[in-house]
């Protein structure tokens, strides 16, 4: 997905342009359903979820700043807080997978070499995230997953992994401080 | 408790914030010192960017026609369509990804030529003295992240220096201009650049004054688009105007 392009369609939609807001759909949507579906497990949540972020994203397109996020990154966050409020007034009660990553994209964490990611059809942002998640032990993989796609706290993921809460803790928090420290080496790379 | 002079607390509370991980009182409270801690704000903002990603890494799924159809009548979409269509701005910028068959058209070089293109002026910039503090660049490349020309802004001398790395074939009765491109969607017709080679343009005022996010190259008549506001052709490449 171009980045570049993604911007240009979007500061189109803050002009109310409807053909841009089509191309800003058709190029975002599957990655954005796809999403949400991992969270919310069935499909017509997942299209309700998805329905709202895009007319929230109409709505604010205005107020997105290029500087502050990439626009990958500003519209996952909508239907991330969107799906998240509806998981809430669920009370929780949806399916829990632990496989939360698409089939092709765990092959290519798993790989010893670098080609698979660079391969896969992400954004140059995620393929980032990609690189330094390859360098986690799966199992912290897994936790941060978990918390991250399921609204899910330590001492829920710990009982999701059937693990001590410590070390679901210490995982996390260590996890945490790799990527940070992997990613911003990418940066000034 | 004070965190601000306690950088390790405030990325940890930062990226758990983002993940989700922080919870209760203390997620309130961090909530709390969000809303005026500048700092803190640009912390949770890069963790953002970190994690967010990861939502690309589930499995793509297609949403049934109806979200669409939803949206549509939601919005009144047909309606603003309708409008927009008497005065059209956008309707090329709409058009350019659809628009593959013109990359057939352009004779490109192959692959293979332009990286070596691309290598050759590579080595030649790194014996030039760095570009000082205050100055622009942007590499603009093709659909496919080919760079085609690197463009360099000199502010001092008000100045552009479009350097094509990889040669253009275009037909004789077309030109390729550059533009300057708006957050709000507005451009601006910088002139024409050739298909090969180096050349100069001025440098307006504004490129240096306010944000540039994007330069591009349109294909166009001969002579060019003939409005300074309004390309006609298709984005042949582009790139993002960064200060250096």
Redesign the interface.
Known sequence: M?T??L???L??V??????????L?DAS???????A??ILSK?EL??EV??ES??NI?NNAGSYQ?????P??WM??I??NRA?DLLRRLDHDVEIDAD????E?MNALEANDPTPIESL???Q??K???RC?ARLEGLHRQA??L???H????SE?AEQMKLPMGTVKTW??RG?DK??TC?SKLESA | MNIQDKPDLQ??LA??YV???L?GGARRRFETWLRSDRPLQQLV?QW?????????????????A???Q??EK??D??R??RA?AVEDR??F??NL?EDLSFWRGLGMFSTAAALVLVSLLLSKQQVEPALPVGNYVATLSD?KAQPIAVVSGDTKRRQLVIRMVAAQHIAADKSLELWA?????KVRSLGLVASQGIITLPMPEYMSEQ?T??LAVTLEPKGGSGNPEKPTGPIVF???WLQT
């Open positions: 171009d570049g392009q911007h240009i369609w500061a189109a803050a002009n109310k342009d409807a053909g841009a807001f089509r191309s759909y949507s599957p990655k954005l359903f796809g999403f579906l991992r499909r997942a299209e998805l329905q895009f007319v109409w290029p500087s502050l996020a990439a990958m990154t996952t966050t239907v991330r998240f939360n990553f698409d089939m994209v059809q992400l954004t942002d995620a980032a995230l990609a998640f941060m997953a918390a991250f796609y609204d899910l706290s330590h993921v996390i928090r945490l990527l940070r990613l | 990325q940890k990226a758990e993940l989700g991980t919870r903002t953002q960017g970190n994690l967010l990603p990861m939502a690309e890494f589930s499995k793509a799924a297609q949403p049934s109806g979200v669409w939803a949206l939601r919005l979409l047909n603003t369509q927009n956008w309707a910028w709409r990804h659909d491109v708006y957050k709000d969607g944000a996010p994007l582009k790139g993002s």
